[in-house]
């Protein structure tokens, strides 16, 4: 019998749902069935997790899908205090026991986690997640007609600096504190002078996730937002000002540089040409 049949009858169905939470290189395999479930060459370990019921409506792409998981989870780990640097992404599939001998899996969810709140005292971990398909409703921006650069640093589509020379890569660095958003770094200070990783990110080695330097100043390292478990090793890469002359200067990549540094900036309709 097929997925559906199953589905649709009154007395053959025996859904089980399996989960996968891809984090970074990480990946993490959870069923809410009370044994573990194989599919494929993966096997999906018991947890208590949840979600709740979706409404069948093509016209809505983008309704919310929530999960629900214990807050001692380590999936649940990453969304303590701050969201993780990194996208989440979820898949959530359903195949039913009774379907034998090679049972039918159909896709229930697949998208990212874009919010995360906390009930119950702080025990239940509640992950809100939009499909990928409701991307395909969003306007995409242009490029703007500016003088800073358009580029995404180290985009390989469009920067194409490599974050793995080293001549922009502090690798294997010993973290020895973190202070609210101030992380300091052992090694970078003076072999880098002030202000070299502004602009830049620092990625926490065998955690998957990354922060986003605001400024730096010898050994520290101001994030956007603190990590929520402080990396014992990281590395950082160096920031981009994303002007014409850091990008000819630093990074040797002018013939790529995605801005119009030669826009005037002064309005001859407002200021007149004289």
């Not at 026991?97 to 998208?111: K, Y």
């Not at 974050?163 to 504190?177: K, L």
């Not at 609210?180 to 998957?208: C, H, K, M, R």
Request: proline share 7%; glycine share 8%; net charge neutral.
């Amino acid at each position: 019998m097929t997925y559906q049949s199953k589905e649709t009858s009154v007395e053959d169905g025996r859904p089980v749902e399996v989960y996968t939470f891809t984090i970074g290189a990480q990946q993490f395999f959870y069923t809410s069935a009370e044994d573990s479930q194989t599919i494929g060459a993966t096997i999906f370990t018991p947890r208590p997790v949840s979600r709740d019921g979706t409404r069948e409506d093509p016209a809505r792409r983008d309704q919310d899908f929530v999960v629900r998981l214990p807050t001692s989870d380590d999936v649940a780990q990453f969304f303590v205090g701050v969201m993780p640097g990194i996208r989440v992404r979820l898949k959530v599939q359903r195949f039913h026991r009774s379907d034998t001998p090679t049972p039918e899996v159909v896709t229930v969810f697949d998208g990212f986690v874009n919010a995360a709140r906390f009930e119950k005292q702080g025990r239940e971990c509640i992950l809100i997640s939009r499909p990928v398909l409701a991307s395909n409703g969003r306007t995409i921006p242009r490029r703007t007609y500016q003088g800073p650069c358009n580029h995404v640093l180290y985009d390989p589509l469009t920067c194409q600096v490599d974050d793995t020379n080293a001549a922009f890569r502090a690798a294997n660095r010993t973290v020895t504190s973190q202070v609210g958003n101030v992380l300091t770094v052992v090694g970078i200070s003076p072999a880098y002078a002030d202000g070299w990783f502004t602009g830049g990110y620092v990625e926490a080695i065998g955690q998957s996730d990354f922060r986003m330097v605001l400024s730096h100043a010898g050994a520290a390292l101001t994030l956007l937002l603190p990590f929520s478990t402080v990396p014992p090793l990281v590395n950082v890469f160096a920031g981009c000002a994303h002007d014409i002359a850091t990008c000819s200067a630093k990074f040797g990549n002018v013939l790529r540089y995605g801005g119009f540094p030669f826009v005037p900036t002064r309005n001859p309709f407002q200021s007149g040409v004289v």
